[in-house]
């Protein structure tokens, strides 16, 4: 079971715990720049930074306006092959294709690596690779993953393991509601017992309260946390399976890819949590018990706070 959490931070504060994909965080931020705005760089240094760039440079990766095209790239790029990035009808700016670029080389990941499931460019191949034996272009890859049963496997894991988490809230869900059930008839009892006794139980009344409303505390705490764990992991897996999905149907080669690693990851932290949750995995019940003459129990004349732990089966 994982350390608890601060009940009091959110759930997006509690997810960043979890491990994030380097190269799927700069698909997306590659994928955000892509689909914005395109302004005129030179422009921008002429106190006119909102003037669309009619034209892309890839070369130096900076857009022109008209004007600027012709006093300043063509001047320097005679034979660039820049490129006009409206269509005839004026709508949105072409989007470029979107791909990881290596930090250590400063070049394009176009290789993948199935033994060590890494993306890498062509220095990395060259330097770390060269041993490997299934070392493929990541379009390649793609092709084998969508001609073979590893994408239709992950999506049925993740849909498995969606399931499964699903089902674990729910279970927690109910058992926090029982729990707040017991501890009410609980509390009642101890006041209806209170008004039997003399007021030199008073002290007795507080110490049975206290352990009472601590036990339920420490319960629900685990609870808590176990619930968040499975709700964080089922929706990442859920989107996960959506946009894996839809990758595949749109022939999203990257996306695919990186998507299917993604999966792999989700799939081994859903079977560890789901392991890790049955080993002590116990239906909790919170009970208030009263001897048979309280006047005569000593320390235990305000009756005992008993926690029952059930062990259930395996959900795996």
Same mark, same amino acid.
């Given at each position: +079971?994982?350390?608890?959490?601060?009940?009091?931070?959110? #759930?997006? =504060?509690?997810?960043k715990? !979890?491990?994030?994909?380097?190269?799927?965080?700069?698909?997306?931020?590659? #994928?955000?720049?892509?689909? %914005? @705005?395109?302004?005129?760089?030179?422009?921008q240094?002429?106190?006119?930074?909102?003037?669309?760039?009619? !034209?892309?440079?890839?070369?130096?990766?900076?857009?022109?306006?008209?004007?600027?095209?012709? $006093?300043?790239?063509?001047?320097?790029? *005679?034979?660039? $092959?820049?490129l006009d990035?409206?269509? %005839?009808?004026? =709508?949105? @700016?072409?989007?470029?294709?979107?791909?990881?670029?290596?930090?250590?080389?400063?070049?394009? +990941?176009?290789?993948?690596?199935?033994?060590?499931?890494? &993306?890498?460019?062509?220095?990395?191949? !060259?330097?770390?690779?060269?041993?490997?034996?299934?070392?493929?272009?990541?379009?390649?890859?793609?092709?084998?993953?969508?001609s073979?049963?590893?994408?239709? /496997?992950?999506?049925a894991?993740?849909?498995?393991?969606?399931?499964?988490?699903?089902?674990?809230?729910?279970?927690? /869900?109910?058992?926090?509601?029982? +729990?707040?059930? =017991?501890?009410? *008839?609980?509390?009642?009892?101890?006041?209806?017992?209170?008004?039997?006794?003399?007021?030199?139980? /008073?002290? &007795?009344?507080?110490?049975?309260?206290?352990?009472?409303?601590?036990? !339920?505390?420490?319960?629900?705490? #685990?609870?808590?946390?176990?619930?968040?764990?499975?709700?964080?992991?089922?929706?990442?897996m859920? =989107?996960?399976?959506?946009?894996?999905?839809?990758?595949?149907?749109?022939?999203?080669? +990257?996306e695919?890819?990186?998507?299917?690693?993604? %999966?792999?990851?989700?799939?081994?932290?859903?079977?560890?949590?789901?392991?890790?949750?049955? #080993?002590?995995?116990?239906?909790?019940?919170?009970?208030?018990?009263?001897?048979? $003459? @309280?006047?005569?129990?000593? $320390?235990?004349?305000?009756?005992?706070?008993?926690?029952?732990?059930?062990?259930?089966m395996?959900?795996?």
């Open positions: +079971m994982a350390t608890p959490v601060n009940q009091a931070e959110t #759930k997006e =504060n509690w997810a715990q !979890f491990p994030t994909n380097g190269v799927i965080q700069e698909l997306i931020k590659l #994928k955000e720049q892509s689909s %914005g @705005p395109l302004y005129c760089t030179p422009c240094t002429k106190a006119n930074p909102s003037n669309p760039a009619k !034209f892309w440079c890839k070369n130096i990766e900076s857009g022109f306006c008209d004007t600027c095209k012709v $006093d300043h790239h063509d001047i320097i790029h *005679i034979k660039c $092959d820049i990035v409206y269509r %005839g009808d004026s =709508n949105r @700016p072409k989007q470029y294709s979107v791909v990881p670029h290596c930090d250590k080389h400063d070049e394009n +990941m176009v290789w993948y690596c199935e033994e060590h499931r890494l &993306l890498g460019c062509n220095i990395c191949v !060259f330097k770390d690779h060269r041993r490997c034996d299934n070392v493929t272009s990541v379009k390649e890859y793609f092709q084998k993953l969508k073979g049963p590893q994408l239709t /496997d992950i999506q894991a993740l849909k498995k393991g969606a399931e499964i988490m699903n089902s674990l809230v729910k279970d927690f /869900d109910e058992q926090l509601q029982v +729990m707040v059930k =017991n501890q009410e *008839i609980a509390l009642q009892s101890i006041t209806d017992l209170r008004q039997r006794i003399d007021k030199r139980l /008073d002290e &007795l009344q507080k110490n049975c309260t206290d352990r009472l409303i601590t036990l !339920f505390k420490d319960e629900k705490r #685990k609870l808590d946390d176990s619930l968040r764990q499975c709700e964080c992991l089922k929706n990442s859920l =989107n996960t399976l959506k946009s894996s999905i839809k990758a595949t149907e749109g022939n999203n080669i +990257m695919t890819v990186l998507l299917y690693q993604r %999966g792999e990851v989700e799939e081994e932290s859903c079977k560890e949590l789901a392991k890790e949750i049955s #080993k002590t995995y116990t239906s909790v019940s919170i009970k208030h018990e009263i001897g048979p $003459d @309280p006047f005569t129990s000593g $320390d235990n004349a305000m009756g005992k706070i008993i926690n029952h732990d059930v062990f259930l395996n959900l795996i």
